[in-house]
C-alpha cells in the first residue's frame, strides 16, 4: 500500500487546521517521507482499524511508522516535527516532557480545532503534482 520507508499521516479530512498543517509539512518534507490518508478515507479507516485505534479518543493526527509504531497526538506531530527541514526538528526536545502534559494543549486545541479553525463539508482533494503523496 505504502512504499517501503515511507511514514503515513492520519489527519482529519474536514479540519482546516489539520489540512493547513498537511501542507505545511508537505512543503517542508524535503526527503518525501510522508504519505497522508484523510482519517475519513477507506484508506485511513483501514490503517485505523488495522492497529486499532479508538478515532472517540484520537480523531486528529495519527503518524503510522509501518512496521515499526502508531504515535498519536503531540507524540505524533512532534515526531513529524523532527523529520521536517528548517529550524522545525528542534521541536522534537519536546518530547522530553511528560506525554499527559504535552497532551493537555494538544487536546485543548484539538476539541477547538472546527470553532476556531473551521471546518470543510468534504475532505481536501490534492493536486495533481500531490496525489501521489496521498492513499
Do not use: H
Request: glycine share 6%; proline share 4%.
Amino acid at each position: 500500500m505504502v512504499e517501503e520507508g515511507k511514514k503515513i499521516i492520519l489527519f482529519d479530512g474536514v479540519c482546516n487546521l489539520c489540512n493547513r498543517s498537511v501542507q505545511f509539512v508537505i512543503r517542508r518534507d524535503k526527503k518525501d517521507l510522508f504519505r497522508f490518508a484523510a482519517l475519513q478515507s477507506e484508506a485511513g479507516e483501514r490503517l485505523v482499524r488495522e492497529r486499532g485505534i479508538d478515532t472517540s479518543k484520537v480523531d486528529s493526527i495519527i503518524l503510522i511508522e509501518p512496521g515499526v509504531a502508531y504515535y498519536v497526538k503531540s507524540e505524533a506531530a512532534l515526531r513529524i516535527a523532527r523529520s521536517l527541514s528548517g529550524i522545525w526538528p528542534i521541536l522534537g526536545i519536546f518530547l522530553w516532557l511528560p506525554d499527559k502534559l504535552r497532551d493537555v494543549f494538544y487536546d485543548l486545541i484539538a476539541r477547538n480545532r472546527y470553532r476556531i479553525f473551521g471546518k470543510q463539508d468534504a475532505c481536501m482533494v490534492p493536486s495533481p503534482e500531490l496525489r501521489k503523496k496521498f492513499l
